[in-house]
């Protein structure tokens, strides 16, 4: 019962948040110079100001700002984003279109941040002092400091040019025309590694410290204590009853850092020519494609909501103690 | 003469300060009162790591300051045969770019855009940061609770999506970078002042001052605030990284002032050609990994140092 209480509280909560994404969004854009009516006259090379009048009237610009807020909020909330003028498409099957290659990317490079943290955290937490572990903290200081784009980069000299080993660029060989699943995913996997791994790069070094030094916490409390007494094995110590507690704060950060990936895509994206929502931002910013922009913030902080609450289920499921105290 | 012993025990036993300044200084001469600041530049100098960084720092710093007047050269001047590397003919140590502008220049001169928008978003960031945790975790209540919910908007929100939107929206100048780099980065400072607030609040020496009258913003900024600095100046040091870094994401994206040269510009202009030039793009890079490097090093440094659960008393 607890928990489906505490799941409504969070749902409504994350609405809550969606709507204020929307309000701010809407706020920015009515805030910036140019209105939809200017853009409109601008791709039409110039129009007199009776007609420019007549499409403020159209599209409700001459409305108060709080009906115009009003009318979009209830648009949004029906995923209608608008048109976009340069694209010529809905703002909506423009992103959608995008919107799965960003997932695939943000997801994998994600998943394999943690893992690779945690496996780091775990094993130089069993030796603090060990040569292992002076590698990890090594490691994670360089993955911070060097700029996101910049590791794309060289991974691309490295793993591309040098080493031909990868593509450079894109999600899919253009080349392979009717090729089977088997085929098809194995071309986006190629294309996947390097963006994946230059994404992850950054949080692994997140990852590995939090996890090693909340193991190292748990590893010197009493309940791990008591597992070794009894005679259990260290593996078996370390594996099934340490890790599973030292983790809920490794979680937590994950949840904390899901903009921070989505943030790092766009970048990654621009680099490898991934055909995401990134890229995307990347190029309607370019052309000023205020509703297509504005679209990709909404879509985005959805993907990051969507994430943070089930990061929170995991986090439930893995610490007990998680949503009882509230 | 006889009674002299005896008066000594007997001043031993009652412990006066009048019993003269000589037994003071064999008794406990070993702590001086030392300025907290020099106390933490002992425990940051033992990191030698911390300090070779912030010499690093200190050179990266002047080198921005005086580098252009001592090198002399206009980065935007097209100087030589576009993509010569480093080192080849023209004398260009690191060659230049793909308009044939001396990199070197061009790096030289980066470095002060990087690092003057890095030390004004990261000041941002903490000002809104430190007044928002400040007032929150004072105030609680209902204050409290708005203010922390605006904060976990501000997570939510893809933090360089949002600035691209802005300044895509208001404009490519360098004030308005760097209020769209901090408006995005300052929740960390938030919930780190939040909780040493909650903290220290309730310790007894402000409940002391609030005895003898103090009021609230005299016991937020000079009884508390104060306490609540260590973790905050930590974080503000690493702020700085990361507002290099996100500079360098945007302008390497192209939102950038175009009548400035920045590290992340440098290698945002010259990306469609790394792969025939590839030196154009790694060398800035370095430049933006060595000072984000040491800044975090140095970032380490400050946290030993301030950080009093990990001093020996």
Sequence with gaps: MNFLRVTITRLAYAALL???VLVLNFTLMHMAPGDVADTIAQSAGGIDPEALEQI????????????????????????????????SQPVTDLILDRLPATLLLVISAQLLALTVGVVFGVISARKPNGIFSHFVTLASLIGYSAPVFWTGLLMLVIFSLILPWFPVAGMRDVTIENGNFFIHTVDIARHLVLPMVTLASIFVALY???????????????????AKAK??????????????????????????????????????????SWPGLGSL???????RDTPTILGILFFSSLVVIVGNQLTDLALRLVDPRVGRTK | MTDQPSSNAKDDLTSKPSSGPVGLLIEEPIEKARHPFME??????????????????????AGAIFGPALYGRDPFDMVWAPFTPPLQNGGFILGT??????LLAMIISGARVSIIIGLAAAFVSVFIGV????????????????????????QVLPTLLFSMVIVALFGASLPMITFAIGIVSWTAVARITRAEFLRIRELEYVTASRASGARDLKLIFSVILPNALPPIIVQSALMVGSAILFEAGLSFLGLTDPNVVSWGQIIGSNRPYFLDASFTVTLPGIAIFVTILCISLVGDGLNDALNPKLRSR
């Design chain 1, 18 to 20: 969606l709507v204020a």
């Design chain 1, 56 to 87: 403020r009237r159209e599209y409700g610009l001459d409305q108060p700002f709080i009906v115009q807020l009003g009318s979009y909020v209830g648009r949004m909330l029906q995923f209608d984003l608008g048109y976009s003028f340069f694209y």
């Design chain 1, 208 to 226: 590995s410290r939090l996890s090693r030094a909340s193991m190292i916490e748990v590893l010197g409390s009493d309940y791990v204590r008591t």
């Design chain 1, 231 to 272: 005679g259990l094995q260290t593996n078996q110590v370390v594996y099934k009853h340490a890790l599973k507690n030292a983790m809920s704060p490794v979680i937590t950060l994950a949840g904390l850092q899901l903009s921070a990936v989505v943030s790092g895509a766009v970048l990654v994206e621009a680099v490898f």
């Design chain 1, 281 to 287: 931002a990347f190029q309607s910013i370019i052309a």
């Design chain 2, 40 to 61: 933490a530049w002992d425990m940051f100098r033992r990191n030698h790591a911390a300090l070779v960084a912030l010499l690093v720092l200190v050179v990266i710093i």
């Design chain 2, 97 to 102: 770019d793909y308009l044939g502008r001396d």
């Design chain 2, 131 to 154: 007044s928002i945790g400040a007032v929150a975790g004072y105030y609680r209540g209902w204050v409290e609770e708005v203010l922390m919910r605006i904060t976990e908007f501000f």
